[in-house]
């Protein structure tokens, strides 16, 4: 099999062949760059191994490409990178690793592209092109993963037992190329995977949850959590999502399997969104559900609070995984907290006041809150369903309208804690928080609308209330709020 004409496409690999040529030196594409050929897949991430020194290689691409291009050199890898426009080309020394069983960091030594492509994580990345002169564009595949390929098999090419001993993190890149891909792992793969589970111990935890994002982002993430749990790796590395699984019953009253509706909520919130933190928020939605399960006699199992311990359970998770703990985080938590409100408001009859505080508690997340609220939607019962997306219909349209009358996203009161102690010339004290809250309450619940002259009028009726009285006019106020404005 030859991809002459597919990588002439390319002109960087024609570069690349003649640097090798006039080096004397044999060079090769590696890996996913050949797999994704084979699969029409957009990559543009091109490993180039050669028999040789692989930053010398890169040192005379970087000379034909002209003196803008700049090289990467990593000289305790060996490798050295290029970037060019959209690509990244790394080049490498062929090479030979042993491992340590307590490391995953290799003991490495110059070998042959045998050596290269055996250590390999699977067949379908373990395929190679020549790149050279007299055999430009030539397959190069010794584990037959073009035809893994056709079956859709994720299979190591060495022993599995070899391969994930040597790197455990192989272990969550073969679930990681299923999801991604849908392919299946074969059996032996998969059994060594549930077999030497234990071994993910020795992994660093970014590398972990850098695999685990990609199973998330993955079209049907659900997959790659099944094949996690399944094999047990996910009890390992993600114990609060295990719990969810299972169903109790108790005087013939059971409930849903918190685990399978989550992974189904999740399938569903990737079908409208590759928001990664949107979906982070669909596999905590529930997280809380097993702490807060109760039965009672006539209401059967209920999960009181969930909504709030699961937003409080958010930060350490995201801590314990590694995840950002910046705004990111917060939106999640967030989404978490509120994720119960809009079903709660898809009733007959909601007021603007339930709409205001959702749309002051939800900010700029509310449209991937209402995201979450319709996968959350996952039961059987497709007129019920039916009837739940109508409501929501209406509650959207409601929150639009509102949103357009009273700009309640993300508001602040025009009335500030620093207007109010100038008003009544007060030091920060709990009556000015008071009155501060005072003025927000009223704005939420309809009772004044978002306007200075009616907030200040209100404010000086709330302040009378404590006895207070205003010590400068309305005009010198509205001077010094306007000097508080950020300035564009």
Known sequence: MNF??????????DIISHS????????????????????????????????????????????????????????????????????????VGARK?????????????????????????????????????????QLIDPFDGVADIHKKIIRTPLSPEITFSDDPLRMMRAIRFASQLGFDIEGSTFDAIATMKDRINIVSQERI??????????????????????????????????ELQGVETHDGKGHKDNFYHTLQVLDNVAVKSNDLWLRWAAILHDIAKPATKRFHPKAGWTFHGHEELGAKMTPGIFKKLKLPLDAKMKMVKNLVRLHLRPIAL????????????????AGHDIEYLMMLCRADITSKDMSKVKRYLSNFDKVEELLIELEAKD????????????????????????????????????????????????????????????????????ETIKEFANSLEPKS
């Open 407 to 474: 700009k309640l996203r993300n508001f602040q009161p025009v009335i500030t804690g620093e207007i109010i102690m100038e008003v009544f010339d007060l030091k920060p004290s709990r009556e000015v928080g008071e009155i501060k809250v005072a003025i927000r309450e009223a704005i939420l619940d309809g009772i004044i609308p978002n306007d200075f002259d009616v907030a200040y009028d209100f404010m000086l009726t709330e302040g009378e209330k404590l006895n207070f009285k205003p010590v400068k006019s309305k």
């Open 346 to 361: 898809a009733k007959e009859g909601v007021s603007d006041s339930a709409l205001r505080r959702l749309l002051f508690e």
């Open 4 to 13: 002459k004409e597919h990588i002439a496409n390319e002109p960087i690999f």
């Open 97 to 137: 690793e042993s491992y340590r069983y307590e490391s995953r960091k290799p003991l490495v030594e110059d070998g042959t592209l045998e050596d290269d492509q055996n250590r390999r994580d699977f067949t379908i990345n373990a395929l190679g092109i020549s790149l050279n002169i007299k055999d430009f564009g």
């Open 209 to 242: 949850t850098d695999e685990l994002n990609k199973i998330v982002l993955s079209k049907t993430p659900s997959y790659g959590f099944k094949l996690m749990f399944y094999t047990g790796l996910l009890q390992i590395i993600f114990p609060e999502f295990c």
């Open 20 to 91: 090798a040529t006039e080096l004397g030196v044999e060079a090769y594409v590696i890996g996913g760059y050949v797999r994704d050929l084979i699969l029409k897949r957009p990559n543009k991430d091109i490993d180039v191994v050669c028999l040789g020194s692989g930053i010398g290689l890169a040192e005379k691409v970087a000379g034909k490409l002209g003196d803008n291009v700049h090289v990467s050199f990593f000289k305790n890898f060996g490798t050295a990178q290029i970037r060019l426009d959209e690509l990244e080309i790394e080049f």
